[in-house]
């Protein structure tokens, strides 16, 4: 079959920032293929070292590879290593810096130096990090290997959210993407106060990663614990995520899509509000009451 060209957008240079690229494709549609120039989100890899040890003996080792999209990679990398319970606070890292493997290129390696102070024994991570953009990091073996980790709650009693307040964040969400109004192809994380106001906002291709960032840039603002805030996922609800979220105290987590088991038994060990499928004015509590 012979499909009909028609002149489309002419062929333009390949450009790109750091969240996404253009590319020149053949776009099919009503019987006819054009050329088209259309933006794609980028997806590289970063691998996240540690510099750890006393002032006097200091050592670095590889701790993650993750593919996620280039920006606010210190953030991601702070963020990551306090939801895996290696750091507990901002005074924990001295630093997070890009090395650039050659002069003149992107650096796709970060070195995060710890404080001489934090106690880290390599020794004693429980499974190897690294990541895909896909679903992060899994194989947890059961519930019981977070229960350590967890911080104890704080017993702050958020105020009742009214379901007019919790119909409305996806769409505050939805109007700070630019990247995703562009490619559609990144996941968000937004933190809201219980007001409603959005006081982060964070994408990535890998959805763990995007809310690495955002607790990432909590954590060096000093707004840890999370304890009075509202998490809103764009995608489904992960158990990894859940994880997260308890890492950081948030009492209350929302996702667009809908939570797996898995997710929803972390919720309940943990205490957290979960809700899905939250759209189009209706949404699903799996846990806790708003």
Known sequence: MRIPRQKGTPFLPEKMNNKQQHINIQHFEHGSIFDKNDAVSVEEPLEIRVEFGTKDNRSIQSLSIT??????????ATGFL?????????EDVLSAIHVQALPGMS?????VSLNPDLQFDPSQLQRNFYTSSSCGVCGKSSLDSLKTQIPVKSGKILPALSPELIISL???LR????????????HASGLFETSGKMLY????????????????????DGKTPLDEHILLLSGR???????????????????????SSLAVDCAREFGITLI????????NIYCGSP
């Open 201 to 220: 906002l964070r994408e990535d291709v890998g959805r763990h990663n995007a809310l690495d960032k955002l607790i990432g840039r909590a954590l060096i």
């Open 170 to 172: 996806p769409q505050i």
């Open 237 to 259: 609800a992960s158990f990894e995520l859940m994880q997260k979220a308890g890492m950081a105290n948030i009492p209350v987590v929302c996702a667009v899509g809908a939570p």
């Open 175 to 186: 109007e700070q993407q630019e990247t995703f109004e562009t490619t559609g192809g990144l």
């Open 276 to 283: 899905g499928f939250l759209r189009e004015n209706r949404f």
């Open 82 to 90: 306090f939801t895996e319970g290696i750091i507990h606070k901002k």
């Open 67 to 76: 593919m996620r999209t280039p920006g606010n990679d210190g953030e991601l």
């Open 107 to 111: 650096s796709n390696y970060i070195l």
